[in-house]
């Protein structure tokens, strides 16, 4: 790792960032290149564009060690090693956006010394690899490429990029043997996969997560639906039952990756993923059914009422809104004609928290900000996490532990 001369494309971003820094801090010589130059003066000023973990404190140290952030790729032409973290969105049919890859790529490629490692880190639509493989033998067959996906939460990832095990995966050799190199530096493991395995394996992380939230959503609904509170039925099925540990608690599943993922290995089983689909609807249908909700609580009409969102990012202590839920739950309460105000702890010009208590004549809490969880508000409030109400279940004492089961 010892200088070696590393360019982060898409540096200044939410995975971008994070590595850039630990690279740094390992002892590399590292230039965060971005399109953002909001994001690149903050990042030079010592500040982070988002919120992230402990990030503070590391970035002072990376720059300190010579990490630098610009929107110039001369970089490139001195790198030993070019990461690619950009987006890799899906398009209007849901289908994944490979130009978005290609054209980063034609960017950034041409510029790159001989025999350079080019390391895709973005979760890929699987077969991509093969694709940008066969490309670059025409275009540039001198350059070593492998896959390394990131898997880490968002806002964790400088702790987890150093805990979590990495998976590599290269067409090559030379090309894997460079890229385990790099990430031994950073990661206690390695896991060793071939490209197709490496993207599948990505996105099914993230499509699994997304089925885990919908089931919860489903049976939220299910029982919200026959007037059973679900928050009771989720206590009592988890209360000392390992089995139902894992079980994941109703709310909204926005965020930039699960959906988007979930979709990309729908277009790799041809459309024919029908769990993924279904998690889909089932997920995005939340909004939908809180707002509904929220009607009926407040007499069957919300039109010309005054109606509070609670939370806009799309999850709990994060500033991040990319593809949140309570943009959709917004989009709908304006359609049916309510006057919506709008409240986030992370946005100073959102409207004041105590404003939208005192004004709004009815709630939906979309993020469960720390900031929500003590509030006691005595209007009708759609409350699907379960954060404001605490729904106590009745433990009572059995059989002393000593005691042996009688025959
Ligand atoms: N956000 C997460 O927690 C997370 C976790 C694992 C994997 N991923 C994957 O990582 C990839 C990046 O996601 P992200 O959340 O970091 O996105 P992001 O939008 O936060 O970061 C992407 C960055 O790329 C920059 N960029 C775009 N085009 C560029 C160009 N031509 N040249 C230079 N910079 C450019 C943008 O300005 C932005 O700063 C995606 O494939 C995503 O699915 C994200």
């Known amino acids: 790792m010892k200088d070696k001369a590393i360019v982060v494309i898409g540096g200044c971003g939410h995975v971008g960032l994070p590595l850039g820094i630990k690279l740094a801090l390992a002892g590399a010589r590292v230039v ?27 970035l002072e140290q990376a720059l300190a060690r010579g990490l630098v952030a ?6 490139c032409d001195s790198a030993d090693v070019c990461i690619f973290v950009t987006g890799t969105p899906v398009d209007e049919h849901l289908k994944p956006k490979v130009s978005a890859v290609d054209e980063v790529l034609a960017q950034y490629l041409p510029r790159l010394p001989q025999g350079a490692l080019v390391i895709m880190r973005s979760t890929l639509f699987p077969g991509t690899m093969s694709y940008l493989r066969d490309r670059m033998k025409t275009t540039r067959p001198d350059l070593r490429l492998a896959f390394c996906p990131e898997r880490v939460a968002q806002g964790k990832a ?11 995966s290269a067409f090559d050799e030379d090309s894997f043997n460079a890229a385990y190199r790099l990430f031994a530096a950073l990661a206690p493991t390695i896991i060793r996969l071939t490209p197709l395995e490496a993207e ?6 993230n499509a699994w997560r997304y089925i885990e939230f919908a089931i919860a959503n489903q049976f939220y609904v299910i029982a919200d639906s026959n007037g059973v509170d679900f928050h009771r039925v989720y206590q009592a099925l988890r209360y000392d039952y390992p089995r139902a540990a894992g079980y994941k608690a109703p709310g909204f599943a926005g965020g930039p990756c699960l959906f988007k993922d979930t979709m990309q290995l729908a277009s790799f089983d041809e459309q024919q993923f029908h769990l993924g689909h279904t998690a889909m609807l089932v997920n995005e249908g939340l909004a939908s059914f809180a707002v509904k909700k929220l009607t009926r609580l407040m007499g069957g009409d919300v039109k010309g009422r005054s109606i509070g969102i609670l939370g806009m990012t799309f999850k709990a202590g994060d500033d991040d809104t990319r593809n949140s839920l309570s943009f959709r739950v917004r989009k709908d309460l304006e359609f049916a004609g309510a006057c919506v105000m709008c409240h986030d702890p992370f946005f100073a010009d959102s409207a004041s928290l105590d404003d939208v208590l005192a004004q709004a004549e009815g709630f939906v809490l979309c993020t469960p900000h720390k900031e929500y969880r003590d509030l006691q508000i005595s209007k009708p409030v759609v409350d699907v996490w379960g954060v404001l109400q605490q729904s106590e279940i009745e433990i009572l004492p059995g059989r002393a532990k000593e005691e042996t089961t009688p025959c």
């Open 70 to 75: 610009t929107t110039d790729a001369d970089a």
């Open 158 to 168: 400088l702790k987890e990029i150093a805990s979590l095990p990495q998976i590599v």
């Open 32 to 58: 965060l290149v971005d399109i953002n130059q909001g994001a690149v003066d903050k990042v030079n000023a010592g500040t982070l564009p988002f919120v992230e973990e402990g990030g503070v404190a590391q």
């Open 200 to 205: 599948v394996t990505k996105v099914m992380a």
